[in-house]
């Protein structure tokens, strides 16, 4: 069963805060193989705090997405100011486009990464690929 295209724009809710710490930008930089300094996070660390937008999307149950089902398509940032250690972050998700391509649901998402003040620091990109219910 496809996704409702009535999902198109819709906006869910602000993940709850994510505080970065040193601990946290170490471990992420030692699991990527990034260079980090310890106190600015790798590039590609926000994914930690827009992976939970996205699988609250995906837990939805009103959205009718089958995790099972989703591969992870693209992925990409875009940066008004790097992360550091400190800072308390939280992730809004829109979702911006959904094509049924050959049975499958090509869903465009945006997740704005905010700080503890509301100031946007990033916005994360990611393209989720929903397999239909006739594919293996």
């Known amino acids: 069963m496809a996704v409702d295209s009535g999902l198109v724009g819709r906006t869910f809710p602000p993940t709850d805060p994510y505080t970065v710490s040193h601990e946290k930008v170490l471990e992420f930089a030692r699991a990527t193989g990034a260079e980090c300094d310890g106190q600015t996070a790798p590039p590609t660390f ?7 937008a996205m699988t609250a999307l995906m837990e939805d149950p ?39 391509i050959g049975g499958a649901d090509i869903i465009g998402t945006r997740s704005e ?18 397999r239909g219910e006739d594919q293996p």
């Open 62 to 100: 009103d959205v009718g997405i089958a995790l099972h089902r989703v591969v992870h398509g693209d992925q990409r940032f875009t940066y008004v100011r790097p992360v550091r250690v400190g800072d308390r972050l939280s992730a809004a998700l829109t979702v911006d486009s959904l094509r049924q």
């Open 113 to 130: 990464i905010t700080d503890q003040r509301g100031d946007l620091v990033c916005t994360a990109y990611a393209t989720l690929v929903h």
């Open 46 to 52: 926000p994914i930690v705090v827009a992976f939970a």
